[in-house]
């Protein structure tokens, strides 16, 4: 009887967690979500507070959030490790623990609080603010990149403002109202179709319902209170489909995000001038611009180092992704593939774009890499540089900050002596 009553016990407590797992996961649901997910009026649900800091009951935080500002709101649900593929932040890891245990597209921030240092043959540093977006967030220490005063690069973005709303809509008004993808957002005035799902893992809206737009990015005229009307969105969000789930270590198979377009005109809403023509030549790689023929066939021979006996079939990497060129999200949905079975590489439509370098979040490497810019080597004699601090190829790193820096891809996956994955488009190697 005993172990009957038991069986029932672990029964409940599975079918809890699969449902709670469920509600977290479906929260947005492509737009906005029950108010009290984020909000709290008086600090209070059966006179216990609600907020994630120290305010007492009765008291609440600026905007009535339950951290105490925006970010520290978002990382409340988001800011976990592994399993969950909206995780974001690996809290263990952004307090000195193991390495970030999180692979999204985006990135882990907790790579913010990794500050690197070397001495032979030739000093340097790379401190973690380098390393993506600083966004704030109080309650989980993160901090504001004293580096741009007068705001983002190539732009007035104040650095004092940057959070997850920054870039992420998290009333998710923007969305998809019809299968070619064209956007809209509701104003005063108009009327548009109500969001019934996300937008993100391919699903189309209907004569009923509107789908939410890629990862809620904010859409043309959106801007975060905390900034202002001066920095309003001029673009619309990219066209992409992501598999589902996608925070997955990327030994064995590729997250295959298929990114549509539109991504780099998101990205100057904030760093305009990095795509202007009247930018630096020498300051800036190009975007938006479709890949050469030699680029087209490098990218699809390149392998490794010294390898340049691939085939398109099987060419493509997460590592340097790029655009596909498209706005039919009913193909890319047919793309996005986190089990190795979509690996077609560049066609006379591929593009290149802000994410085939970087990543939007944070990674191991300075600016967001999406590998190391400033090592010679990604692998040395058929491992991943050591040494740690005294090492200039190491870069202050151990070996594990190394391969998980690389989205957990064994050495092995690389040339004996890999040199950088610019390669992959430019074959200079």
């Not at 951290?67 to 649900?77: E, N």
């Not at 390393?131 to 004293?146: E, S």
């Not at 940057?162 to 969305?175: A, E, V």
């Not at 900034?227 to 598999?243: E, H, L, W």
């Amino acid at each position: 009887m005993k172990a009957v009553k038991l069986s029932l016990v672990i029964m409940a407590a599975a079918l809890l967690t699969v449902g709670l797992s469920g509600m977290a996961y479906a929260f947005h649901d492509g737009g906005v979500a029950y108010c009290d997910g984020c909000h709290t009026m008086h600090n209070s649900r059966n006179n216990v507070k609600m907020t994630a800091n120290t305010l007492p009951v009765g008291t609440a935080n600026a905007y009535l959030l339950q951290g105490q500002d925006a970010s520290s709101t978002c990382l409340i649900c988001h800011g976990r490790a592994g399993a969950g593929s909206y995780h974001v932040l690996d809290p263990a890891a952004a307090k000195g623990g193991p390495v970030p245990g999180n692979y999204t597209a985006g990135g882990d921030f907790a790579w913010l609080k990794f500050d690197y240092a070397w001495t032979t043959p030739r000093s340097g540093t790379s401190p973690g603010k380098t390393h993506g977006h600083n966004v704030i967030a109080g309650d989980f220490n993160l901090l504001a990149d004293d580096r741009f005063p007068t705001g983002a690069p190539g732009g007035s973005y104040p650095q004092s403002a940057l959070g997850c709303q920054s870039c992420h809509d998290p009333h998710g008004k923007t969305r998809i109202i019809d299968t070619a993808g064209n956007m809209a957002t509701p104003a005063i005035g108009t009327s548009v179709l109500p969001i019934a799902e996300p937008g993100s893992y391919g699903a189309m809206p209907t004569a009923d319902g509107a789908v939410g737009v890629y990862r809620l990015l904010g859409g043309q005229g959106y801007y975060p209170k905390s900034a202002g009307a001066g920095f309003a969105f001029a673009a619309n969000p990219p066209v992409a489909v992501s598999p589902d789930p996608y925070n997955q270590s990327e030994q064995t198979n590729y997250v295959r995000v298929a990114y549509g377009s539109g991504m780099s005109n998101w990205c100057a809403n904030c760093h305009t001038g990095l795509h202007s023509e009247a930018y630096p030549a020498n300051l800036r790689h190009p975007t938006n611009m479709k890949l050469t023929t030699v680029e087209i066939a490098n990218y699809n021979a390149y392998v490794k180092s010294g390898d340049l006996t691939g085939g398109v079939a099987t060419s493509y990497t997460s590592l340097v992704p790029f655009e596909e060129g498209t706005s039919d999200r009913a193909t890319l949905a047919t793309h996005a593939k986190n089990d190795g079975s979509y690996t077609v590489g560049a066609d006379t439509n591929s593009t290149v774009t802000c994410i085939s370098c970087h990543r939007a979040h944070a990674s191991a490497w300075d600016s967001a890499g999406r590998w190391n810019f400033r090592a010679t080597f990604i692998t040395e004699g058929g491992v991943y540089p050591a040494g740690g601090p005294a090492s200039t190829e190491s870069q202050g790193r151990t070996q594990a900050e190394w391969q998980s820096g690389m989205y957990d891809r064994l050495p092995t996956a690389f040339a004996t002596y890999q040199r950088s994955l610019c390669n992959k488009c430019h074959a200079k190697d």
